[in-house]
């Protein structure tokens, strides 16, 4: 089943990150699996407690399934500044989840996360591969509603 | 070697190159406080405690991970560095939960004897700690998460010494805690039952299963027998509980206080170990007369057949099929037993105290069970022992010595040695050379075995065979080593050039039991071993197949060596079991046919 | 990608809205729809700019590029050219006498040189700048003992946040024989505030590999690798992109230039872990493990990477190499004062004008870091403190604003130069608010491992909550002193003695914000 992943990688210990990385790319619910990581497992013949510590370890990794789009605003200083924890209300508000919670129609999820880089703009959020700059309530309302209408 | 000199508190001391500052201040003689840190593991310098000033170095430095440098100058007390200690220890207290009353750990706990040496006032120490479930999933070991400290040993002793690879950190910042993978549970990991976790452990967040309340309600029901059985090891490693010196050989003592508990038959494990090296040594002549090319292995260690069965199901075949001592007497306990002395084997309650948490899970195998009913009822770790002889207040170091009953209880030097690393090796070569040329060894101590090297070879002559090649392996690391070996050879050639192998899952065999008294490090090991081997040197009987018991019992009941009856009751088969969980696959020995 | 790769500030006045400015805005957004860049460059109607141009003015960040004179009909040509191919339209641009802060800001660029000048993904452009050369001139003519000393004498220390040495962490390792030696480049830019390093990787990923190449000849790695953390995908995609060209042009490979010198480089991706930024940590979380930082000794120097020597450099660090190489150590030194040459890339955030970056000469205060290339204050705020340094920084007081930034300026006033991280905070800012915000970052990032810095930071952000929930006491405010100041002697790594810093200079320089918290 992730044949096709494991293909791209030597099968040692160092590319066990960017193998997950890949795995939970991959998923639709953006998470890595258990079976995934007993494939990994025998794949990198490295043990499933290592594995597992390694997942926990890192923000980016999550074994919960999550929704389609993940949205992870920064909580960082720079962006606290400017306001973020209005953006966090307005975002749990409008999508009537909590932290680390995904809607019920599988869309998003609402994460929490450290400094993204991008501090000229703050507050920042990333969903999914895209970042997002200058928050404010409103925009941020039209970006949810833009991507629900995408789908 | 080169050396290094250095002063710790003004005092002088010189050391090898590469030993750490708190090497060094033992030797110099200041015992500098950590939490994280053994002399048997290397550091994780996790814990902070251990920090001493270096002159020249504007913060304080980890004693023990720090190397020594020439011309050095550390202090290990300062009023600084007792302020850093009592900051540290108190957040770590925070985030404990104290329960030192009941703790297992109570008195033998590191935590708790360092903060009572360091004035803590707990009203000024902040909270912290939230609770989290305990977690019970295994039958022999039990992990409390709100008294962990993190200091990282147990996982050292379970990826690096023993390689299990069941215990992991998970999580980051506050969160990281120790875990098992997907947190599924000790009992749901590829955890071998070991107990090493439990022995490094410098709380009490890693025990054994408590079963001593089991053995109360069978001891206080009139209607059971509750016989008892004891592990070779214990005798050595209970002395020094009582204030008598390590590793002292009380097995007077230790009858009479099993009978002071209200034990109706106090036996011996010994005289079964005896009989393992029958059935075990039997099963490897006739190996070697076969010329197989393929290894005995031995079976007496429950951590060790599990790892086996998990790690290398391809080689369970040279497992022995001999069921371990302990579940000989389990099984001889519910049938021979009863036979001889006109009991129900139903009205029988079967105890064993063993040095060894993975006993619990052995104890719990369906297949050493009968009609459902497990051969051996309740396995008691050492530490089990000792609470139930604190517990009914016997005085342990002036009890007066008794004798064991007889039937099941008489024991050979080649017995007792089984409790150390080597000793089944010991003890089997010592039969196997009778039992091919019908004459005793000129001298029964096979040095080239003995001693705490984790690998051990040598090569025994044995007239009308030949040289005979076996390796010893103690801690399950050290058995891997072997096994990928043996693994190789017999994958590439299709044979090995081992006859027979010993391997123990814990350190320094099962003196250094997962079950044995808390603390009880390499040294102490050391100490409870040689007792075992002194014992030996000093008995009349040294070989197991002049035990005059075991002889009675072929007679009277097994007939023979490898025969049928003794088949049935002395041997067993093995599985292959999941990497991941632990989880039975598929039987893969004792298929075809019996030996 | 809907991330912003660049915004066009609009000053929205009168003069220029008279100018025209209202028409050229539609244009600019009708012309970025058709070439499909609507998602990536942000138009802005801003204030006036602060420029005394005629017409209509535009301001590019993060190039930091500014028009002037801009008709309707430029619009297709700059779209085109700037947005499209990464090269600012020269006709257009602003004189450079008459602009102050553009003038500051590429005059005295180093590693930003190219950034917003040349196509990123075009090799064939960083060439045409004189790009490689200083690697053909280091492969070629250069021992590597030589390349070293010529980055000891220019000065060069670690734009990571610690300041070591450039030359002298190499040249420990140089002498090293091992069959095997590495350099790691520690991308993973995690300090809050800070983004210099993607700034340069995106905008100048050659300048980079550049460096990379000269650090690996000077003291003999044939393996580079790029840590970068994984936010940074396009980042990530200009490197690979980089890195491919640089095989294809017989850059990087076997026999490099004839010189039977190999080398090879990769890119690794991080997975959101701030303590990876510490290099023992960055070199664990390489071999596939958890970022939990190693004891030293033994340096990385010495048993790094698979326990090979390894030199773990910043980005920022290595992109000042070209320019060392190519204009010598004496020029580089002629930059900058106090022991610290050379140029420091900034970030500048908050409550400024323009927040984005800017390259300028070390020694330059505080005071004109916000002014002149900030553009002041955001909407004429007063200035209250400035975090400088990323959360692990310090937060200096409008007392401290002439500061030099340096090194040993900075060391005068127990603070950092750090990862060159300038938060601003306007009068409104409440510092309990902040050093909250700061307290909550350290109790999550901790790595978990050592006792006071898992328990000490979690105890550090439990007192702060009950000082901003109003039952502090101001006793709480000594205890996180000490508690910070007792991390600092204790912790395994630098994370754990974050927190002091912060802490101490926030309750230092503005207690009358704590003090109103606890009455």
Redesign the interface.
Same mark, same amino acid.
């Given at each position: 089943m992730y044949q096709e992943i494991f293909k791209k990688y030597e099968p040692t210990k160092d590319n066990l990150i960017y193998i997950l990385h890949d795995i939970q790319d991959n998923h639709p619910q953006q998470y890595i699996t258990e079976e995934a990581v007993l494939s990994v497992s025998k794949y990198l013949n490295v043990p499933i407690n290592h594995i597992y510590g390694v997942i926990t370890f890192y923000g980016m990794f999550s074994m919960k399934a999550r929704g389609k789009n993940i949205i992870r605003l920064c909580e960082s200083p720079p962006c606290y500044l400017k306001g973020c924890d209005n953006i966090y209300r307005k975002l749990k508000e409008e999508l009537n989840i909590k932290q680390n919670e995904t809607t019920e129609d599988g869309l998003f999820t609402l994460e929490l996360c450290a400094c993204l880089g991008v501090c000229g703009n703050a507050p920042v959020m990333m969903i999914n591969n895209d970042i997002y700059g200058d928050l404010t309530e409103e925009k941020v309302v039209k970006i949810i509603k833009d991507i629900k209408g995408e789908k | 070697m080169k050396m290094i000199n250095l002063t710790i508190n003004n005092v002088p001391v010189e050391v090898p190159e590469g030993t750490t500052l708190i090497q060094a201040a033992l030797k110099a003689g200041f015992k500098v406080p950590s !939490?994280c840190w053994h002399p048997d593991l290397a =550091? $994780?310098?996790?814990? *902070?405690?251990c /920090?001493c000033d270096v002159e020249g170095y504007p /913060? =304080?430095k980890?004693a023990c991970?720090t =190397?020594v440098t020439e011309g050095m100058k550390v202090n290990t007390n300062s009023r600084?560095l007792r302020?850093?200690r009592k900051?540290?220890l108190e %957040?770590?207290l925070?985030?404990h939960d104290v329960k030192c009353p009941t703790c297992v750990a109570n008195g033998k706990c590191e935590l708790q004897q360092l903060a009572y040496t360091m004035d803590i006032d707990m009203e000024k120490v902040?909270k !912290?700690l939230e609770m989290k479930p305990i977690d019970y999933s295994s039958p022999s070991i039990v992990r409390d998460t709100n008294k962990c400290? &993190?200091c *990282?040993r147990c996982i050292t002793v379970c &990826?690096d010494i023993q390689t299990v690879?069941? %215990? $992991?950190?998970? #999580?980051? *910042?506050?969160?990281?805690h120790v #875990?098992?993978?997907?947190s599924w549970g000790i009992g749901n990991?590829?955890c071998v039952n070991c107990g090493q976790c439990t022995v490094y452990c410098p709380t009490g967040a890693l025990r054994e299963k408590d079963d001593t309340d089991k053995v109360w309600d069978a001891l206080l029901d009139p209607t059971k027998h509750v016989v008892v059985q004891e592990a070779p090891s214990i005798r050595a490693s209970l002395g020094d509980e009582f204030g008598m010196d390590m590793g002292t050989v009380t097995p007077g003592k230790m009858y009479a206080a099993l009978r002071a508990l209200g034990f109706d038959s106090v036996m011996d494990t010994n005289f079964t170990a005896d009989l393992t090296i029958m059935e075990e040594g039997t099963e490897c002549v006739e190996n070697l007369k076969k010329h197989t090319g393929k290894p005995v292995i031995t079976s007496c260690s429950p951590g060790w057949v599990k790892f086996v069965e998990t790690y290398y199901p391809d080689l369970t075949p040279y497992v022995s099929t001999a069921k371990s001592p302990m579940s000989m007497f389990g099984a001889l306990s519910k049938t021979y037993y009863p036979e001889v002395h006109g009991l129900d084997p139903k009205d029988i309650v079967s105890v064993a105290i063993m040095p060894c948490t993975a006993k619990k899970f052995e104890a719990q195998r369906p297949e050493l069970a009968r009609d459902g009913v497990p051969d051996t009822d309740i396995v008691l770790t050492t530490r089990e022992f000792l609470r139930m002889i604190h517990e009914a207040g016997i005085d342990f170091q002036n009890i007066k010595e008794a004798k064991p009953d007889e039937g099941m209880s008489f024991y050979t030097g080649a017995g007792t040695i089984f409790g150390a690393t080597g000793g089944v090796m010991e003890a089997a070569i010592r039969s196997a050379y009778f039992l091919v040329t019908g004459q005793d060894l000129e001298n029964p101590n096979i040095e080239a075995v003995r001693g705490l090297k984790g690998v051990k070879e040598a090569v025994i002559t044995i007239p009308g065979f030949g040289d005979v090649k076996v390796a010893v392996a103690n801690g399950l690391g050290n058995a891997r080593k072997v096994m990928d070996k043996i693994q190789q050879q017999i994958n590439e050639t299709g044979s090995t050039e081992y006859h027979f192998v010993e391997i123990m899952a814990c350190p320094g065999g099962c003196v250094g039991g997962g079950g044995q008294p808390f603390g009880n490090g390499i040294a102490q090991r050391a100490r409870r071993g040689e007792a075992l081997y002194k014992e030996d040197a000093n008995m009349d009987f040294r070989c197991s197949h002049h035990n005059p018991e075991i002889t009675k019992i072929y007679a009277d009941y097994l007939e023979k060596p490898g025969s049928h009856k003794a088949h049935e009751l002395l041997h067993t088969y093995y599985f292959g079991r999941d990497?991941?969980k632990g989880q039975v696959e598929k039987q893969t020995t004792g298929l075809d046919s019996h030996h | 990608m809907k991330f912003y790769r660049s915004h066009i500030l609009l000053g929205m006045s009168e003069t220029s809205i008279e100018a025209g400015a209202k028409k050229i805005e539609l244009a600019l957004k009708s012309e970025l729809s058709k070439r499909n860049l609507q998602d990536e460059i942000d138009v802005l109607e801003t204030g006036p700019l602060g420029f005394f141009a005629k017409g209509v003015c535009l301001k590019v960040y993060p190039e930091n590029v500014l028009y002037e004179n801009v008709t309707v009909e430029d619009i297709p040509e700059l779209v085109e050219e700037h947005f499209l191919k990464g090269r600012p339209v020269k006709r257009l641009l602003a004189t450079t006498t008459r602009v102050e802060a553009y003038d500051f800001n590429y005059k005295e660029r180093n590693v930003l040189e190219n950034s917003g000048i040349i196509d990123p993904e075009d090799i064939e452009e960083y060439i045409g700048v004189g790009g490689y050369e200083a690697w053909e001139k280091a492969l070629l003519k250069m021992k590597p003992e030589e390349i070293i000393a010529e980055v000891k004498e220019s000065g060069l220390r670690g734009r990571g946040g610690a300041g070591f040495p450039t030359g002298l962490k190499w040249s420990f390792t140089a002498p090293i024989d091992s069959p095997e030696k590495h350099l790691v480049i520690n991308a993973d830019e995690g300090e809050p505030g800070t983004f210099k390093d993607r700034l340069i990787m995106e905008g100048d990923p050659h300048k980079l590999l550049e460096g990379m190449m000269i650090a690996c000849r000077a003291f003999g790695a044939n393996k580079g690798f790029i840590y970068i953390r994984g936010e940074y995908k396009l980042c990530i995609e200009r490197l690979k992109h980089a890195i491919n060209q640089c095989r294809s042009y017989g850059i990087l490979g076997q026999d490099i230039f004839g010189s039977g010198f190999n080398l090879d480089f990769d890119i690794k991706v991080g997975a959101g872990a701030y303590v990876c930024g510490e290099e023992t940590a960055l070199i664990e979380s390489l071999e596939g493990n958890r970022g939990n930082p190693r004891f030293k000794p033994p340096f990385p120097g010495v048993k790094g990477l698979w326990q090979t020597p390894t030199v773990v450099n910043n980005v920022e660090t290595i992109a000042n190499v070209p320019t060392i190489i190519n204009k010598g150590a004496e020029w580089y030194k002629s930059l900058g004062v106090n022991g610290a040459t050379g140029t420091k890339v900034y970030t500048l955030m908050g409550d400024v004008a323009m927040p984005g970056l800017t390259e300028v000469p070390m020694g330059i205060t505080l005071r004109d870091i916000i002014n002149k290339y900030g553009g002041g204050m955001l909407r004429g705020k007063k200035f209250k403190g400035a975090l400088v340094g990323g959360a692990a920084g310090v937060i200096l007081s409008d007392k401290l604003l002439d500061v030099k930034m340096d090194y040993e300026s900075l060391k005068e006033y127990t603070a950092v130069l750090g990862s060159g991280a300038i938060m601003v905070m306007g009068e409104e800012v409440d510092m309990v608010e902040m050093l909250w915000s700061i307290l909550r970052f350290f109790r999550h990032e901790s790595c978990g491992k050592c006792f006071p810095c898992r328990l000490g930071t979690q105890q550090l952000y439990n007192i702060i909550c009950k000082i901003r929930d109003g039952e502090g006491k101001e006793e709480d405010l000594e205890s996180m002193i000490l508690l910070s100041d007792a991390m600092v002697k204790s912790s395994f790594c630098a994370l754990g003695q974050s927190p002091y810093m912060p802490i101490k200079s926030s309750i230092l320089n503005f207690r009358n914000d704590f003090l109103k918290r606890i009455k």
């Open positions: - | !939490l =550091p $994780t310098a996790a814990c *902070g405690i /920090v /913060v =304080p980890r991970a =190397p600084e302020e850093l900051t540290i %957040l770590v925070a985030n902040p !912290l400290i &993190n *990282g &990826n690879y069941a %215990l $992991t950190f998970a #999580d980051r *910042g506050f969160e990281a #875990d098992t993978a997907m990991s590829a990497k991941f | -």
